[in-house]
Structures are given as C-alpha cells and as structure tokens.
C-alpha cells in the first residue's frame, strides 16, 4: 500500500535525479567538445548571434590543456545553482522516504543487510548520488584555483552522477513492474515511462531555476529539450494505454485508470496538464503570438509539476490502493 509520502517521495526523486542527470550530461558534453577544433568565425548572417554562441564556446586556452585548473569552472552558469537545488529535492525526497517507513531502523536493515534487489540498488544509488552531487557542488563552486587532477576528478563524479541518477529513476519502475502482474504495472513500458516523466520533471526544475537566475538563454534550451521529452513520454504514454487495452490481464486497472475514479486525475492532470498544455506553450507558433515580455518558464514548469505527481498517483492508484493525503 502507498502512502501520499510514498507518492511524494516517487515525485521528488525522480525529478531531482532526471535534473542531476540531465546537468551531468551537459557538463560531460561541454567538456568533449572542448577537446574538438574551434568553431570558424561567424559569418556577416550570424553577427548578431554571437553574444549567445559565445556562452558555450568553450577558451581556446582549454583546447590546448582541457585538465587546465585556468579552465576548471568553465561550465555554465546554470550548472552550480541546478545542481543544489536537485539536491535539495533529492534530500526531501529520501525525508519522505524516512518519514515514509516511520522508523530509521527499516532504512539501516538496507544498508546493513543488503540484497540484490531493487530497493536496495536504489537506495544505495540515491545515497550515492546526493553524496556525489554535493561534491560537485563543492567543486564547482571552488574559489582557488585547483589542482591539475581535479579536472578529471570532476568529470569522473560527473559520469558516477549520470549513471547513479539513471538507476535512481529506473529503479521505481523495475521495483513496481516486478510485483504488478496482472496490473497495469506489469508492463516493461513502465521503468520508460517513469524514467522520461523523471527527465521531463528534472528539466522542469531546471528551467524555472534559469527562469529565477534570469538565464533566458539557458531557458530556451530547455523549452526545445522539454519539447522533446514529453513528445517521447506522450508517445510512450499512447503505447503503454494501447497494450494494457488490448490485455486481458490488466483490463480491470486499465478500466479503473481510464474510466474509473481515477479517470479525471490522469486525463486532465497527467495528459493535459502534464503533456499536451506544456507542447502547446513550448511550440514556436504560440510563443510568437504570445504578448512581448511574457515568460512562459513557470507557468510551464507548475504544469509539468502538476502531471508528473498526477501521472504516478493515477496510474500506481489504478494498480495499487492509494489511501488519501
């Protein structure tokens, strides 16, 4: 049985780990293309993009010594405040957790008794990743210059994060598909469809933090990736519905979520709230219509919010009994 705290918990984690995941890739892949050859000199067509080209561009001082300590904190500037809020959400998420199971001695059997199991495996990478993700934060946020090595030592946490936040969004669903047979959980689909809700969720964290720090550069790329994602979760979304429609099996917890009193929660909360209203905001068509001077970063942030927590309440209610908050 989940608890509204389990929920809770299932939300935050998710949406911490997708945007620590999401920060990590991005650090590793400015750090690559530093490795590349310099871009040519912008035509005359491009002048006027230049300020914004030149955020990313990485020092040519980099290219000739990428472990340069000159180059250590050459990332962008979304990536530090990013970070230690996906933390932050991170460390409520695991209070949840504890407060969740009411007694910190159930937490201590899993680090002191541990088995192969999902719960153990997330457990330790959610350990894993806060610890981690504190260190970058301490490393990026290094006022002397660091040793030559630390380069790599912040590259190679950067990858530990990445993969640890990937086991930390799979392993719920793993966890749920393993012990849903015969329910709308008992689909291989799932651990995709709650690993894309955690990205999607993760980068709507991200960009109302850019939205707060006033980053509208870093904010329209995380309107196109945002774009992306949920095109992927609705496609996703689509196929999971089609296959527990047309299985016997989960036709009662696909009737429950679709028709029964979880009905309204997951089409007007997860799909539209969550999937179609935030497509509609992002397109370019809409945004060019939209009045002068309005950002759409927290409007689209609160809806995505909204239909990550309706997703997981809904289709884990439909399968699962939810008592109420």
Known sequence: ?????????????????GAVALLAASDLLSWCRRWLPPRRAPSASRDARAPRDAVCRAPNAFRDDPCSSANFNSSHPLFAPGMAVATATLGLAAFCLLADLGRTDRALILFTRPTFSPVTVGTYALALLVICSLALILLANATQPPPRWAALVRRGLSVVVAVAAL????????????????????SLLLPTLFVLSSLSTGNALLLAVSYLLNLPFWGDRLFRLDSAIIALELLCLTVFLITAACDPLRAASFSTLTQGPYATL????AVLCGLVAPLVLESRRFARRVASGVNLALPVALLVFTGGVCLRYSVLGAALPVPAA
């Open 1 to 17: 049985m989940l608890s509204a705290l389990a929920i809770a918990y299932l939300f935050m984690g998710g949406a911490g780990a």
């Open 167 to 186: 086991l930390v969004m799979l392993y719920t669903g793993l966890l749920f598909f393993s012990i849903g047979t015969g329910t709308l959980l008992g």
């Open 266 to 269: 997951f089409w007007m909360g």
